[in-house]
T-cell receptor
Framework: DSGVTQTPKHLITATGQRVTLRCSPR?????VYWYQQSLDQGLQFLIQ???????AKGNILERFSAQQFPDLHSELNLSSLELGDSALYFC?????????????FGSGTRLTVV | KNEVEQSPQNLTAQEGEFITINCSYS?????LHWLQQHPGGGIVSLFM???GKKKHGRLIATINIQEKHSSLHITASHPRDSAVYIC??????????FGTGTSLTVIP
């Protein structure tokens, strides 16, 4: 157990639907990162939050949104789902908001859109 | 254009061999990370480098900032090292870029 908790582990949903992925960071970590890993595009950075505020934004679609709550857990909302959104979604956390310290990854949420 | 290039894409080694995986990048970075992803999908952060060299057990990671190049070495490789190794860089604007990964298979 890495200390980063992602739920659910697996999710199957239909095109056009909306889902919410949840991430609880490791105790003491203030920063949360979301990544998407698909078969054809590999790992891609989506978005980072630090202590409740958006810190950096990567290749996140407009149909996707995220937030970090006061208790530091984060949610990634994916709407108007398409077949191409099927992927592994990872969350990672770190103590600070920069890349200068290590990251701890969750075990991921496997999203299948049918 | 890929900001991070890894080589080789696939690597098969006999148990005990010394292994090197290379990573070249084109952006200015604040840090470079080596990640390990096992067949089950879980990702483990192996190293974070901003300069020099780090060692952890049989794993050694080096970075040359001037040449924008990093290497991950595995000494005395073992079948349990079989995994995908991913190089990731964080640029000075906190953007992440990932290599496509090196799939390593170590045969007993």
């Amino acid at each position: 157990d890495s200390g980063v908790t992602q739920t659910p582990k697996h999710l199957i949903t239909a095109t056009g639907q909306r889902v919410t992925l949840r991430c609880s960071p490791r105790s003491g970590d203030l920063s949360v990162y979301w990544y998407q890993q698909s078969l054809d595009q590999g790992l891609q950075f989506l978005i980072q939050y630090y202590n409740g505020e958006e810190r950096a934004k990567g290749n996140i679609l407009e149909r996707f949104s995220a937030q970090q709550f006061p208790d530091l857990h984060s949610e990634l909302n994916l709407s108007s789902l398409e077949l191409g959104d099927s992927a592994l979604y990872f969350c990672a956390s770190s103590v600070l908001g920069t890349g200068l310290y290590g990251y701890t990854f969750g075990s991921g949420t496997r999203l299948t859109v049918v | 254009k890929n900001e991070v290039e890894q080589s080789p894409q696939n690597l098969t080694a006999q148990e005990g061999e010394f292994i090197t995986i290379n990573c070249s990048y084109s952006v200015g970075i604040s840090a470079l990370h080596w990640l390990q992803q096992h067949p089950g999908g879980g990702i483990v952060s192996l190293f974070m480098l901003s300069s020099g060299k780090k060692k952890h057990g049989r794993l050694i990671a080096t970075i040359n900032i001037q040449e924008k190049h990093s290497s991950l070495h595995i000494t005395a490789s073992h079948p349990r090292d079989s995994a995908v190794y991913i190089c990731a860089v964080v640029d000075t604007g906190n953007q992440f870029y990932f290599g496509t990964g090196t799939s390593l298979t170590v045969i007993p």
